[in-house]
């Protein structure tokens, strides 16, 4: 039991939640190559002041709040110009990529059903889509049909197709998947969907805004957004590569009628009409107001310095590790996530490595199968590669030879 009789001088709740924090990662620092991203002091100054300000606005009614319906859909009005969205695109702000990834599912399922009456509905991803696709399916009901990737890495469309039957309502495409980093073939996938007039979702969740940037950047991007026929939503969250705070992610669908699968009204109880937009009922206005306080703040420009800094250091990082004999890149680096392996897998176990490294303080994604460690490379990185390359190459000696295992770890918890 812990109970508090008594409540604590404001001070002293702060310093012991402060004490909470002794051994979290100092993603500030630029140890965490997962779940955290820093655009600096002053960007997290003002998404934090933006988010404090409108901690307890709640956007569930914005006939309350009309300054949370305005900044939603400034927010999605630019996320929408970033990804070539028409005149008829039409989004939502979500609390994250799962919300997101979610909604599409339930979008794709609610169009089957009321279009073509499909009761037994089932989509067709690739095995490196997001699991939240899966958590997707198993909430409402549809049947998950995973596809093998080709050698590399990528969406096997052939594959794809052969997948598909007159009950897939969604096929999905990854720019880029989260795994190993490189972009689906966004146009081939999304004319599986066009000749069958269903769904087709992208999720750019971690690539939508770094894609964006790097193209006005000069390069070479292949097609993924909206300018690719077929398309039906993109997924873009704001609390990765858009350096706000963490509930943060937009929804956009190419017409206003593809959004309103995802929306849900009742008035079947005492309460009166109820809708939401999404799976939230009460929506905190702090995600809302920080993000727009964060791409008011950045501008292009902004984006633009950030998003060159984090495709360095990924640059940068991805040749350390090339030049790295026991260690092994999954692929090219296509955006800013990098994957790698050992060498020779039976004599070297990189989540050895990623025990050694975490004992000096730096935090990388465990994954497989194969068993790989995953680098999330954004614009903090660019100032600590020199500090994480001594402290790579002294805990690669560490566990070369010296046969230790790790445990595998996971993408999220369950505590
Ligand atoms: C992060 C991510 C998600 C899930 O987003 P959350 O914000 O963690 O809920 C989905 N897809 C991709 C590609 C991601 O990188």
Redesign the pocket.
Same mark, same amino acid.
């Given at each position: 039991m812990h109970s508090i009789p008594e409540g604590l001088p404001a001070d002293e709740v702060i310093a012991r939640l402060d004490a909470l924090r002794t051994d979290d990662v100092r993603w500030r620092e630029g140890r965490a190559f997962s779940l955290a991203y820093s655009a600096g002091p002053e960007v997290e100054r003002v998404a934090a002041e933006a988010h404090r300000r409108f901690a307890t606005e709640n956007a569930l009614n914005t006939d309350a709040f009309p300054s949370l319906r305005t900044i939603q859909s400034e927010v999605v009005a630019i996320v929408a110009g970033w990804l070539a969205a028409g005149p008829d695109g039409a989004g939502f702000m979500t609390?994250?990529?799962?919300? %997101?990834?979610l909604l599409a599912v339930k979008g794709s399922r609610e169009r089957g059903r009321r279009e073509r009456g499909i009761t037994q509905p089932n989509i067709v991803l690739p095995t490196s889509?997001?699991?939240?696709f899966e958590k997707g399916c198993h909430y409402f009901g549809l049947e998950s049909r995973r596809v093998a990737v080709g050698p590399d890495w990528r969406a096997d469309v052939d594959a794809m197709a052969d997948a598909i039957d007159e009950n897939t309502v969604l096929v999905v495409g990854?720019a880029?998947?989260?795994p190993q980093g490189v972009i689906d073939p966004i146009p081939d996938i999304a004319a599986l969907a066009a000749e069958r007039d269903i769904n087709c979702h992208v999720?750019?969740?971690?690539?939508g805004i770094t894609l964006t940037f790097l193209r006005r950047l000069g390069h070479e991007i292949p097609p993924w957004n909206f300018e690719v026929p077929g398309v039906t939503s993109i997924?873009v969250?704001l609390?990765?590569y858009g350096y706000s705070t963490?509930g943060a %992610?937009v929804l956009m669908h190419r017409t206003k009628t593809l959004r309103s699968y995802q929306t849900y009204v009742t008035d079947n109880w005492l309460g009166g009409l109820y809708g939401s937009s999404g799976i939230l009922g009460t929506k905190g206005g702090g995600p809302m107001a920080a993000a727009w306080a964060v791409m008011h703040l950045l501008g292009d420009e902004g984006y633009l310095e950030l998003t060159a800094r984090a495709r360095g250091a990924c640059d940068r990082l991805a040749a350390l590790l090339e030049d790295i004999d026991d260690l092994e890149l999954r692929a090219r680096p296509e955006v800013t996530?990098i994957a790698f392996g050992a060498a020779d897998p039976d004599r070297f176990d990189v989540y050895a490595l990623a025990d050694a490294l975490w004992r000096r303080g730096w935090y990388l994604d465990r994954q497989g199968p194969p068993a790989s460690l995953h680098c999330?490379v954004n614009a903090v990185h660019a100032d600590h590669l020199d500090e994480f390359e001594v402290d790579l190459r002294a805990a690669v000696a560490e566990v070369r030879g010296s046969g230790s295992t790790g445990s595998t770890g996971a993408y999220?918890s369950i505590d």
């Open positions: 609390s994250g990529g799962t919300e %997101s990834l889509a997001h699991a939240a990854s880029p998947q989260y999720d750019a969740c971690m690539g997924s969250d609390h990765k963490k %992610s996530l999330t999220g």
